[in-house]
Nanobody, 126 residues
Framework: QVQLVESGGGLVQAGGSLRLSCAAS????????MAWFRQAPGKEREFVAA????????YYADSVKGRFTISRENAKNTVNLQMGSLKPEDTAVYYC???????????????????WGQGTQVTVSS
């Protein structure tokens, strides 16, 4: 079992930055690939970014590529999402997710993630 707790959400103006963090506890964190998803009101939960458990492999949704950076610190059991050049359309609840996998694997489908945090709200004003 893995417990995930997100933090760092808030209200920011368009063009600004935020850093989200996800703290994990439970089983060996370094054996899990991690991802961030987001869900805006009335929309499906969508993939944002993922990272392998080594941290050496990352993947981003086209909508955030070049603006967001996912990273992890296995020694601290945390995964981060640095968000820059924020746009009003980035407004959503952001969720951290984890799944057990091989060293270099990462996934983009929400159905393959076994563990989820409670979410943190990000609101970008225009």
């Amino acid at each position: 079992q893995v417990q995930l707790v997100e933090s760092g959400g808030g209200l920011v103006q368009a063009g600004g930055s935020l850093r989200l963090s996800c703290a994990a506890s439970g089983r060996t964190f370094s054996s899990y690939y991690m991802a961030w998803f987001r869900q805006a009101p009335g929309k499906e939960r969508e993939f944002v970014a993922a990272i392998s458990w080594t941290g050496g492999n990352t993947y981003y949704a086209d909508s955030v590529k070049g603006r967001f950076t996912i990273s992890r610190e296995n020694a601290k059991n945390t995964v981060n999402l640095q968000m820059g050049s924020l746009k009003p359309e980035d407004t959503a609840v952001y969720y951290c997710a984890a799944a057990y996998g091989s060293k270099w694997y990462l996934g983009v489908e929400k159905g393959e993630y076994d563990y989820w945090g409670q979410g943190t709200q990000v609101t970008v004003s225009s």
